[in-house]
């Protein structure tokens, strides 16, 4: 663990002398947008639009410097220790061995460490933070970590669920609560607008060119593709009633995930049901059925396939790191991606297949009965302290 902890550090320190500040950089592209943010006058989302939630532009303001390197420094050592702490939160709520295979299926990015210069560790550490509390008994305090992730991403109101069904109903309430209590405060300090700013990402139209549909639509004419609110989208747009199609379906198969989860549940299956295998349907369904998937949104997926990986699930292990390892290839190729040559975009394409392969992978373990659920390799290992 000390060797996978020192080569994140290793990789930060090439990165801020890599020339990650410079204008044509690709890993400095977002820290980039942070500083249009904050050089921005008046009320972000009244008076200019911004596509991140509250807690998410409050980090974007704590690591503004006087210069892009300053802020591209204070950025990646704030995701630096984001990314060790969530590993202790696994290595606190399910043991060594799961924080251990978490540091081990990041390792890939470290080849062109973009989580550093994004924030979305931020979401992953609530998000976990709140489910590790919830599991030791603390389901408030875990309520409130969870209704804080979802104003740092929306992403984590796929997992909130596991409260229902491991029947926390005081987490519920303080999920409820802090939820309704920060969507007002919210929107007594700056209107209505960011929240549509946030769920459509500034009013997006196209597909981004990652995305499932948006690859193919981008191999057939990549000369139509342009920058879009931040990112690369296709000159065809997601039609009208696309979106709302795209989200019944993200929650058809979330709802089928965590039905499938107390099902398991009742009939007597460990909790690593809910804690890895339903969490794990439920983010990906919301990547798969996504116009966008940015490159950092693997992060999302990497603290589940992590529970499951250290319980002994070689195949979640094993298609995590395919996907890890390809995202961070398809970031890397990000310019002859734009061109829509081939070497570069067959990767999106089998990275969006293994996701998709992932996800059915899940969802035929959920809807196994107990007994037919092969035995993990070293369940002691994985248990809490």
Known sequence: MVGLLLARVLAVFLLLHSGVEDEHSILGGDARRYEVINSSEGTPYADFEVEYPPLTLGVIELVHAPSL???????????LVLDVAVAGLLGWGWGRRTAVWYLVL??????F????VRIDLLSVYLA??????????????GGVALAAAVFAKLWPLAVAPVLLVERKLKGLAAWAVTGAVAVAAWVAWAGVAGIGQVATFRGARGWQIESLPGVFVHMADPSGSHVEQGAWR?????????????????????TVAWWLAARRRAEGADDHIVYGLAPLAAVLALLIFSPIISPQYVLWLMPFGAVLAARGDRW????MLVTTALTTLILALIHAQIEGRLHATLPIVARNGVLVALLVLTLVRLARPVGAQPAPDRPAQTQPA
Request: charged share 10%; hydrophobic share 50%.
């Open 69 to 79: 390197l300053g802020t591209l420094t204070r950025l990646a050592i704030s995701q």
């Open 128 to 141: 976990m933070l709140g489910l590790v509390l919830v599991r030791k008994g603390g389901e408030r305090l």
């Open 316 to 319: 979640v292990g094993g298609l």
């Open 234 to 254: 296709t000159a065809a747009e997601v039609p009208g009633w696309g979106r709302p199609l795209l989200t019944l379906a993200s929650v058809a198969v979330i």
């Open 113 to 116: 460490p973009f989580p550093y």
């Open 106 to 111: 990041g390792t890939p990015m470290l080849a």
